[in-house]
């Protein structure tokens, strides 16, 4: 599968960006796929993804309630809505996919599908 994200840029905070992950190789809707991000100096770190059994959607504490994940199956592609934007959002967003289990959803290692990332930068 080889993902492609697109999206990123430079925003105010308070602010909005979408970002899009196109998937092909592959059908996208078969697997755990989502969002991790990395900002400069950090880990990567888990911020939304689809379950693969059920497609139910979960959230990292730091962007719930501002973050949406959704999904257009016909088009293999999953976005995130990213509302209220902060300063701390700042970082490489990655998208992903594999076939991970729930309790290693929030684990980098456990996606073997990574796209090359695209940059959001939150200005305060």
């Known amino acids: 599968v080889q993902l492609q994200a697109s999206g990123g840029g430079l925003v105010q905070a308070g602010g909005s960006l979408r970002l899009s992950c196109a998937a092909s190789g592959g059908t996208f809707s078969t697997y755990t796929r989502g969002w991790f991000r990395q900002a400069p100096g950090k880990e990567r770190e888990f911020v939304a993804a689809f379950r693969r059994t059920d497609a139910t959607p979960y959230y990292a504490d730091s962007v719930k309630g501002r973050f949406t994940i959704s999904r257009d199956n016909g088009k293999n592609t999953v976005y995130l809505q990213m509302s209220s934007l902060k300063p701390e959002d700042t970082g490489v967003y990655y998208c992903?996919?594999?076939?991970?289990?729930?309790?290693?959803?929030?684990?980098?290692?456990?996606?073997?599908?990574w796209g090359q990332g695209t940059l959001v930068t939150v200005s305060s």
């Open positions: 992903v996919a594999g076939n991970t289990i729930l309790t290693t959803m929030r684990v980098p290692g456990a996606y073997p599908y």
